[in-house]
């Protein structure tokens, strides 16, 4: 579990980060959400430890980072995998050789140990063995994003932090990392964290979501009560299209079995005739210039 207390961070005057409170549960897919320039990033460099906070705390199982020595830093460190925006792959080394590389870096494992963990991470994000001795420019940004993710979990990290990792994929390649990474965070019950603004993993693997807004966290929930949230801010930015706005009204009619307040009146008065009812009570079924009979109460 790691634990944010009122995170703040200024660029000298600017305040990025205005006081941030917020819990990510181990197990889970914690998504942080929201616009361009909100502060995603920012806030998980401050976590990672890229980037000094101004003030307040970041407990890692009850220990507050931001506070520790380096020693006990890089101790925290070493219990952190990360998948950057873009996949950052060594564009001179084959893929086995970047997965290989944090072993490399923090292990005195014999090759053929390390050879032997880097052939099961690999296999665990399903690439096959063909892919092992090619080269990051001659595979495709889905696998690229697979072996950017074994090399985040070669270390068996007890934390993920993912930034925007759907970055440059198609729809449904983006599904298939995202149910990846989830299947990875409940396997090994790691803490893991999502910068995103791809709606389709909201709704797929959304199970704890954080949505910032200039700075500040401005709603907390899941995938669920997303859908119902009443949040401006927060429907404004997620269901931005009429498109995803349709679909929210048709996902609060089935939880709730209600009409939406905000449903068009075509599609309302639609319904009233489809269901031979006077859903809005203006005492008629469906469109009243229409001269329908009024409703019977
Ligand atoms: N090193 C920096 N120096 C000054 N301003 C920065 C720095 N890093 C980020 N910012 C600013 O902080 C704000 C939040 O950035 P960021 O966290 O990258 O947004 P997001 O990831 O949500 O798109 C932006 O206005 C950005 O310009
Ligand atoms: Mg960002």
């Known amino acids: 579990m790691i634990e944010i207390k009122n995170l703040k961070k200024s660029f000298d005057d600017k305040a990025v980060l205005k006081g941030v409170d917020v819990i990510f549960d181990d197990g889970k897919c914690n998504l942080i959400i929201g616009s361009s320039g909100s502060g995603k990033t920012v806030l998980m460099k401050c976590m990672v430890g890229l980037i000094k ?29 990360m998948l950057f925006q873009g996949g950052a792959l060594f564009d001179s080394q084959t893929v086995e050789q970047n997965v290989m590389f944090p072993l490399d870096m923090f292990t005195g494992d014999k090759y053929s140990k390390k050879k ?59 599904m298939v990392i995202d149910k990846l990474i989830q299947e990875i965070t409940q396997e090994y019950n790691i803490t893991t964290i999502i910068n995103t603004h791809d709606m389709n993993s909201v709704m797929e693997i959304g199970d704890h979501i954080t949505y910032m807004h200039q700075g500040e966290k401005e709603w907390e929930g899941n995938n669920k009560e997303i859908i119902l949230s009443e949040n401006q801010k927060l429907n404004d930015f997620i269901f931005a299209s009429e498109f995803l706005k349709d679909a929210k009204r048709m996902r609060t009619i089935q939880e709730t079995g209600e009409i939406p ?19 809005d009570g203006d005492g008629h079924i469906g469109n009243p210039s229409k001269n329908n009979p009024p409703s019977k109460e």
């Open 53 to 81: 906070p101004t003030s307040g705390q970041v407990l890692y199982d009850g220990e507050d980072f931001v506070n520790m020595n380096d020693i006990e830093q890089k101790a925290i460190r070493e219990k952190i995998g």
């Open 116 to 174: 032997e963990r880097v052939k099961q991470v690999l296999e665990r994000v399903q690439l096959k063995e063909d892919a092992y001795r090619k080269f990051p420019s001659e595979i495709s940004g889905g696998m690229q994003k697979r072996v950017a993710l074994a090399r985040a979990i070669v270390l068996n990290p007890k934390y993920l932090f993912c930034d925007e990792p759907n970055s440059g994929l198609d729809p449904q390649t983006s």
């Open 261 to 279: 307040k905000d449903m068009p009146a075509g599609v309302k008065d639609a319904i009233e005739e489809k269901l031979n009812v006077d859903l």
